[in-house]
Nanobody, 129 residues
Framework: QLQLVESGGGTVQPGGSLRLSCTAS???????IGWFRQAPGKEREEISC????????YYADSVKGRFTISKDNAKNTVYLEMNSLKPEDTAVYYC???????????????????????WGQGTQVTVSS
């Protein structure tokens, strides 16, 4: 089972940018990697996923057009570039990994989200003026 470590969180003003990193203890080649977030008093939300095998991606409507997920197989790292940040993006952000069913990445991220078994410790993102 992969060990995951997130980094890159912090405090930024509205409209600003951050890049989160999710680095794995081994090869991600067989995995789907997801970024999730949880704000105080709210349920965990899936925001973006990537298939490391074929590079296909999924974005939740709340972040589409502002966030970009990408991967560097050589570094065993998945990134989440976050632009045009809003106060409502404030949350603890987690990355997670699973070996996906043979379905589209959207299904992996949304329908099978409870199958993600390896989780990082989380990184805080705060968007505030």
């Amino acid at each position: 089972q992969l060990q995951l470590v997130e980094s890159g969180g912090g405090t930024v003003q509205p409209g600003g940018s951050l890049r989160l990193s999710c680095t794995a203890s081994g090869s991600m080649d067989k995995y789907a990697i997801g970024w999730f977030r949880q704000a105080p008093g709210k349920e965990r939300e899936e925001i973006s996923c990537i298939s490391v095998r074929d590079g296909s991606t999924y974005y939740a409507d709340s972040v589409k057009g502002r966030f970009t997920i990408s991967k560097d197989n050589a570094k065993n790292t998945v990134y989440l570039e976050m632009n045009s940040l809003k106060p409502e993006d404030t949350a603890v952000y987690y990355c997670a990994a699973e070996i996906p069913w043979p379905v589209l990445i959207e299904a992996t991220c949304v329908i099978y989200k409870d199958d993600f078994g390896s989780w990082g410790q989380g990184t805080q993102v705060t968007v505030s003026s």
